[in-house]
């Protein structure tokens, strides 16, 4: 069957994978894993320039039909988020922004307040403004009235690999948030990420688990091929988990009806 | 002139436009953002913008990340 395209602010894209860019050893694993998920959004981040030696450019490696999305990383509250989204936009390349706030270096949890203070004032702005949260209804119905264009809720701890923790939180904002959901964060394993598909996301954003695998482009592919599954499952009417068992085969015609159980 | 780029205070030797400095700290101009004293300079004022002993600018890229 045909799925209807992911459509973020007016845009369509065939994939439901989003790649991360941290992390690669190299520019051509991640080059070749682009490829290989056939990822149509990916993220990247805004730093100073290392004038003391001289590194490629990351935007070579990603060609040019991929919509790039920047992350506010290393921002600590909504008004240096929207200073770095204001300077990649000055670049000619990003007015999609992905808004990451993050004041705690342990566990590296988004602060929801300040997240929807930068989706307000940059969405007002013109940017496509995809906020990265902590799963949360009231959170995710404040950024529905800032203007976002999804929502992002964290599966578990960035770089984690744990998983869908956030489970039951992120199906709420599934049932209950007119956007689409992006499940960003945590996200370790290809099953993982056909779990988010088959409860209802949207789509899937991964870096970490592919960026540091010994074979990056083979995870990347594996991961699309998830979330293609997942995405299938969920369109098939996936039935419910039951507590006890029901049987498969017909509980009528047995060959031994007419003798007694011990 | 004193000025500080990324955090970092570096001696010119003679009055400069941002254009010069670009081309002097970045080996690649072409996805290189500038913040002069906080206010974003566009490519396309890089050379009629002079800089003032004392000035603070921030050079930066885009860069992996997740």
Not at chain 1, 225 to 231: D, E, F, S, T, W
């Amino acid at each position: 069957m045909t799925d209807a395209p992911l459509v973020i602010a007016g845009k369509s894209f065939t994939s439901r994978f989003l790649l991360g860019t941290g992390k690669f050893k190299n520019k051509k694993d991640l080059s070749d894993s682009i490829t290989a998920c056939g990822s149509e959004i990916v993220t990247v981040a805004l730093r100073r320039i290392d004038l003391e030696r001289h590194e490629e450019n990351i935007l070579g490696f990603i060609p040019p039909h991929v919509t790039l999305l920047t992350n506010t990383s290393g921002a600590r509250n909504a008004q240096e988020a929207v200073r770095i989204a204001r300077l990649a936009k000055a670049s000619g390349y990003g007015h999609w922004v992905k808004i990451e706030v993050i004041n705690d270096s342990k566990y590296l949890l988004p602060d929801n307040h300040e997240t929807i203070k930068a989706t307000e004032i940059l969405s007002a702005e013109g940017f496509v403004v995809l906020p990265y949260i902590s799963p949360d209804l009231y959170a995710a119905r404040a950024l529905v009235k800032a203007g976002a264009a999804t929502v992002m809720p964290l599966g578990s701890f960035i770089g984690s690999n744990q998983g869908l923790k956030t489970k039951e939180l992120i199906q709420v904002l599934i049932n209950e948030i007119d956007l689409p959901i992006v499940v960003d964060a945590g996200i370790g394993a290809p099953s993982q990420a056909a779990e988010a598909m088959e409860m209802g996301a949207d789509a899937v954003l991964a870096n970490t688990a592919i960026a540091t695998a010994q074979n990056p482009p083979l995870l990347a592919h594996a991961f699309a091929l998830a979330v293609k599954a997942g995405r299938l499952a969920y369109l098939s009417g996936l039935p419910l988990q039951r507590s006890i068992a029901k049987a498969s085969s017909p509980l009528t015609g047995f060959l031994y009806d007419d003798i007694p159980a011990n | 002139m004193n000025i500080i780029i990324n955090g970092k205070s570096q001696q010119l030797t003679s009055a400069k436009k941002l254009s010069d400095i670009v081309s002097s700290f970045c080996k690649q101009s072409k996805h290189v953002i500038t913040e002069l004293n906080g206010t974003i300079v566009p490519s396309d004022q890089w050379a009629q913008t002079n800089l003032q002993d004392g000035d603070t600018l921030e050079l930066v890229t885009f860069v992996g990340g997740g």
